[in-house]
């Protein structure tokens, strides 16, 4: 009998001790010692904070211009497609209804990478004219130790520094196409906007103004992926006369309308218009 409550005893013993250096080790990992990361890389970021970095890095680059300096940035993350990151950012920024205002920057930044891949900055830059000049006509360069062999050596003319052409964002947006839609599947008064860059390349989260006397509406590309990266789309109220325009620039188009349709019974109704914007 003395026997079976050792032995209880000692079960109880263990457990006890168990569930106590379990609770001390939790102590002292949490609260007393808790693990402290430092010079951590932003790879390691939750998502929701790696969400940030890509903000503050696209607000830099909207600032500055400096493409280069984001993508290697950008490269710290360690996305498997940087582009489509700030992409889906910027569009689930628009679904939420952009409460901090990065949409458009995180878009123009995902614009730029597409159009200039290599990371060259966006501002202006001064090189010399030998690195992007031919040589004059006759002249001959000297090298900087000649051979011994070289008797009198040849020097060139030293030429004036001049500017270098760099790529830009992207020009200002042009419109290619419009056309009046009588379609009796679409809604009536639907007006649909596509944005192509240079390339014909859906541009997402472009930002377009419609207004109209006495109102404004801001809508962006890229809110109804299944329909396309570039497509936007507004429901025009009848009567009224609109006009559009990029907000990045470009051309304004006016005179909007609903067009006056009629089905093959006779009824009439308003129909929609298709607009086309790209840049040059």
Same mark, same amino acid.
């Given at each position: 009998?003395?026997?079976?409550?050792?032995?209880?005893?000692?079960?109880?013993?263990?457990?006890?001790?168990?569930?106590?250096?379990?609770?001390?080790?939790?102590?002292?990992?949490?609260?007393?010692?808790?693990?402290?990361?430092?010079?951590?890389?932003?790879? $390691?970021?939750?998502?929701?904070?790696?969400?940030?970095?890509?903000?503050?890095?696209?607000?830099?680059?909207?600032?500055?211009?400096?493409?280069?300096?984001?993508?290697?940035?950008?490269?710290?993350?360690?996305?498997?497609?940087?582009?489509?990151?700030?992409?889906?950012?910027?569009? $689930?920024?628009?679904?939420?209804?952009?409460?901090?205002?990065?949409?458009?920057?995180?878009?123009?930044?995902?614009?730029?990478?597409?159009?200039?891949?290599?990371?060259? $900055?966006?501002?202006?830059? $001064?090189?010399?004219?030998?690195?992007?000049?031919?040589?004059?006509?006759?002249?001959?360069?000297?090298?900087?130790?000649?051979?011994?062999?070289?008797?009198?050596?040849?020097?060139?003319?030293?030429?004036?520094?001049?500017?270098?052409?760099?790529?830009?964002?992207?020009?200002?947006?042009?419109?290619?196409?419009?056309?009046?839609?009588?379609?009796?599947?679409?809604?009536?008064?639907?007006?649909?906007?596509?944005?192509?860059?240079?390339?014909?390349?859906?541009?997402?989260?472009?930002?377009?103004?419609?207004?109209?006397?006495?109102?404004?509406?801001?809508?962006?590309?890229?809110?109804?992926?299944?329909?396309?990266?570039?497509?936007?789309?507004?429901?025009?109220?009848?009567?009224?006369?609109?006009?559009?325009?990029?907000?990045?620039?470009?051309?304004?188009?006016?005179?909007?309308?609903?067009?006056?349709?009629?089905?093959?019974?006779?009824?009439?109704?308003?129909?929609?218009?298709?607009?086309?914007?790209?840049?040059?």
């Amino acid at each position: 009998m003395s026997t079976e409550r050792v032995s209880n005893r000692g079960s109880w013993y263990l457990l006890t001790g168990t569930l106590i250096g379990l609770a001390l080790g939790l102590l002292v990992a949490w609260i007393l010692f808790p693990v402290e990361y430092v010079d951590t890389s932003p790879a $390691s970021l939750r998502p929701d904070f790696k969400d940030q970095y890509r903000s503050m890095i696209a607000s830099a680059f909207l600032a500055t211009g400096e493409l280069g300096r984001a993508q290697s940035r950008l490269s710290l993350l360690d996305d498997a497609d940087p582009v489509q990151a700030l992409t889906l950012q910027s569009q $689930s920024a628009l679904s939420a209804g952009d409460p901090d205002g990065s949409a458009y920057a995180l878009a123009r930044l995902a614009d730029a990478l597409k159009l200039s891949p290599t990371g060259v $900055s966006i501002l202006p830059t $001064s090189t010399p004219a030998s690195a992007t000049q031919p040589l004059l006509s006759g002249a001959t360069v000297t090298p900087a130790h000649p051979p011994a062999s070289m008797i009198t050596p040849v020097s060139s003319p030293t030429p004036r520094p001049t500017r270098t052409p760099t790529p830009t964002v992207g020009a200002a947006y042009i419109l290619i196409k419009q056309e009046d839609s009588c379609e009796t599947n679409l809604p009536e008064g639907l007006l649909q906007v596509e944005v192509q860059d240079a390339a014909g390349r859906p541009v997402p989260g472009a930002e377009i103004i419609l207004a109209w006397q006495g109102g404004e509406e801001h809508f962006f590309t890229g809110l109804k992926p299944e329909l396309g990266d570039g497509y936007a789309d507004f429901t025009m109220t009848p009567d009224t006369v609109y006009t559009i325009q990029l907000a990045s620039g470009g051309q304004l188009v006016s005179n909007l309308s609903a067009p006056s349709c009629r089905t093959s019974a006779g009824d009439n109704y308003h129909g929609g218009v298709r607009l086309l914007f790209q840049q040059p």
